[in-house]
């Protein structure tokens, strides 16, 4: 059992249920799960006396699907911890490529923990194992054995929230996600594409386009908002304008978090962090926008997206005071202002605002440490006064009309 614990629960450390997968339960069917392209071969090979199976695949992400349903007989609790454990055998570099397929979205479903640990929030008929293997580039076939397969039930031990900083991660590999890209705005690209590459060992995902914008998403549905996270994004910006992040809360359907990522030729990592939003509540997603202006063309680069949880009360949210500096605990974005208030109702803006500690805004003290300071965000209030511009309008229109 490793380490790093869901921000509710707590589990066991000793195996509550171990249950062999015996595969003459089920009928393995093998499936493309990338986009078509030429080329492309895929397939499976079940062997019952080694209880395993073989994934072939070029060009392309083959999978399987084992129903859950299939080896847990008994109801479990919501948030049940499992783990997979098996044998693999590649040919070459392969490496294999395990998922929790949630029914309901018709996807893998977001992880909270790394490896081969899988949370299920709801009844075992939701989800299924997804076994694959990536040879999307590949002009060779390319084949992987699984065999010696269990599954490893643990079971809680209290619902306490976890009182320190939690280690555990909200983490799937992204890579293994090879789907068509979709546009965000108009007009639509006039090049564009994006793709899974491997690179001294390590996988990430190219996003080009050229007068128009590529999106992507990535969803973690289970994520409570009364909880506390950072957001730990790896990247780097190739050419043109960096990607740009925006973080859906699935209650608003607004973006808590947005920015741009870093214009690093090399990987580096950005860490974000998201306050506590509210009781009874779950789901973000992490959207991605590869955007290019004219004929200027964007490339960037993206290799993971982890979310840790943490106990928030431990940062503080309200601005702080250091020598010569005052820091509000937002992450950092230019438009950001701070306003040092007068007593006769006027705001004098700081003028030099600074990154601090690598996400935070920061803006230098000139002169004396001022009584009270007001933040505002730029574009929200640029919104409001949009706002009242329409709405003035739409009275005067109204007004010349009935004249």
Known sequence: ???????????????????????????????????????????????????????????????????LVSYLRESLPPDTLLEVKFDYQPVGDEEPVICLFDNRLGRCAGQDFPEHYFLLEKGRENYQLQF?????GSKEEKSIIYNNMNLVVYGQVS????????????FFDIASLNRQPDFCGAPEPSEFKREVVRENGNRYINYFSKEGSLCDHFSYPQLAHNQGYALVIESRNIEGLPLKICLTNYQTRRCDLNGELPRTKSFQKEVYLIPPMGKERIGYDVNISNYSI????????????????????WLQTEKQKHDNLVVFNQAFEKNWLALEYKNNLSFKPLKTHVLVNNWANGWVLENEEPDKIVFIFLPQYLEYFGFLLLFLFGCFTLVFLLK
């Open 132 to 136: 694959a293997l990536d040879a999307v």
């Open 294 to 313: 004219g004929q200027q063309v964007s490339e960037n680069h993206l290799k993971s997206i982890e979310i840790f949880p943490l106990k928030y009360d």
């Open 159 to 170: 619902q306490k929230r976890i009182p320190q900083l939690i280690q555990g991660a909200g």
């Open 1 to 67: 059992m490793p380490g790093k614990l869901d921000p509710h629960i707590a589990y066991e450390i000793a195996p509550k249920q171990v249950i062999p997968i015996d595969l003459k339960k089920v009928r393995l069917l093998p499936e493309l799960c990338s986009a078509q392209a030429a080329d492309q071969v895929f397939g499976v090979t079940q062997d019952e006396e080694t209880n395993g199976f073989s994934l072939i695949a070029g060009n392309g992400v083959v999978c399987v699907k084992i129903p």
